[in-house]
Each structure stands twice: as structure tokens, then as C-alpha cells.
């Protein structure tokens, strides 16, 4: 079946900016997290979905990043008044917290965002 | 805080050698830990994680609580072996704190 799916796979855009990032989880899968991992550095945590709400958003920066996943299913991360220190790939990812082997979770190709 | 550490950014041995890929963690109660891979131009995916005690690609790594690390380990490197490894491990909400990754190159 389809893996998680990100749109668009590089978004390039001016400081001050307001973009929006999309993810589409593997299908079935309740729990949804986005990660940003800058340039020599490994993944960090975001935000973290149960459903439709947000289970755990200590990992966002400041109140320019928000995201939702209305239907809990698809969820979009937006980011306000860009600024150059956003520029990174930003990963989304899901899992089904239901079955066994729970936990395992599957990422999707990444956002690489450029604020220029 | 949990802190994954990975002290080295790159390991370069050649095809037959062994490898081993270091991981250390922050003490965290009850961890649960992960090694993700990154092969070329392809997304992060699981390599294994402790709680399932299996060998994955001939890779293994045992959770020494005691030293609280989760070494990667594999007694003959292979060519398709080079790629980014991450380790992680997962707190409350099933958040994963990542490493800073390392690049194992594996030469012919």
C-alpha cells in the first residue's frame, strides 16, 4: 500500500512568508507526528497527533508554527512570518499505536523548505 | 530531558570489516530504543529497535541499561551497508528524540 506522502517535496519562499506543509499518513494510522531536521542534525520532534488533536506540541518553536489535522487523518503545518532559520526538511510521520510491534514509525519522503 | 548522544559523525571501514555504531542515551526510566536508517535518496525506515531482540540485515544492538547504550553492531560490513544511521528513543507520547546521525561509508 502507499507510505506516508508529503506535498510539496521542496518549497522555496521569501522571509516573512506564510507557507503551509501537507502530509498524508498511511491509512488507518491514528498517531501523526512532524519532525524538522536541519542541515547535520537528526530529526526533532515537533508535534505529535492522536487522532485529531494535538497529544504533545512542546516541540514547536514559537507561535509561528501551528498545525492541524482536522479530520485525523490529513494534517497541514503552517508556519508564519517565515524566517531564514526555518529553512529545513521538515518530516512527517505515522503509527498505528494499536497493533503489536506499535511504536514503528513510518516517515514520509520530507518538506525541504527554503526561506530565502 | 531524554538526549540521545552519537559521538561520531562518520565510520568508514572497508566491505568484510566490523562495525560498530555508537549510541548512548539519557537515563529515562523505561527506555524504548530505535536505530533508523537512511539509504541514498530514499526516507528514514526502521532498522530495528530492542524491545524485539532480532537481527535486521545482519545488524544488531543490545540495550546495556548499565551503561545505558544501544551499540550497532555488525561483524562484516557490506557495500549496501553505507547509508545514515540514526538512533532514538521514544518517551511519553511515543515521541522519538533523535540522534545527530552517522554516515557509515563501507568501501569495496
Known amino acids: 500500500g502507499a507510505g506516508v506522502s508529503q506535498t510539496p517535496s521542496n518549497k522555496v519562499t521569501e522571509k516573512g512568508k506564510y507557507v503551509e506543509l501537507r502530509c498524508d499518513p498511511i491509512?488507518?494510522?491514528?498517531?501523526l507526528y512532524w519532525y524538522r531536521q536541519s542541515l547535520g542534525q537528526g530529526p526533532e520532534f515537533l508535534i505529535y497527533?492522536?487522532?485529531?488533536?494535538?497529544?504533545?506540541d512542546s516541540g514547536l518553536p514559537n507561535d509561528r508554527f501551528f498545525a492541524v489535522r482536522p479530520e485525523g487523518s490529513v494534517s497541514t503545518l503552517k508556519i508564519q512570518r517565515t524566517e531564514r532559520g526555518d529553512s529545513a526538511v521538515y518530516l512527517c510521520?505515522?503509527?498505528?499505536?494499536?497493533?503489536?510491534?506499535?511504536?514503528?514509525?513510518?516517515f514520509g519522503p520530507g518538506t525541504r523548505l527554503t526561506v530565502l | 530531558a531524554q538526549r540521545v548522544t552519537q559521538p561520531e559523525k562518520l565510520l568508514s571501514v572497508f566491505k568484510g570489516a566490523p562495525v560498530e555504531l555508537k549510541c548512548n542515551y539519557s537515563?529515562?526510566?523505561?527506555?524504548?530504543l530505535f536505530w533508523y536508517v537512511q539509504y541514498s535518496r530514499q526516507r528514514l525506515q526502521l532498522l530495528l529497535r530492542?524491545?524485539s531482540r532480532e537481527s535486521i540485515k545482519g545488524f544488531t544492538a543490545d540495550l546495556n541499561k548499565g551503561e545505558t547504550s544501544f551499540h550497532l553492531k555488525k561483524p562484516f560490513a557490506q557495500e549496501e551497508d553505507s547509508a545514515m544511521y540514526y538512533c532514538?528513543?521514544?518517551?511519553?507520547?511515543?515521541?522519538?528524540?533523535f540522534g545527530k546521525g552517522i554516515t557509515l561509508s563501507v568501501r569495496p
Open positions: 530492542h524491545i
Open positions: 510521520a505515522s503509527s498505528s499505536l494499536w497493533r503489536e510491534g506499535a511504536n514503528e514509525q513510518f
Open positions: 497527533f492522536q487522532g485529531t488533536g494535538a497529544a504533545d
Open positions: 532514538g528513543d521514544t518517551g511519553a507520547n511515543s515521541k522519538l528524540t
Open positions: 491509512s488507518g494510522h491514528t498517531a
Open positions: 537515563y529515562s526510566g523505561s527506555p524504548e
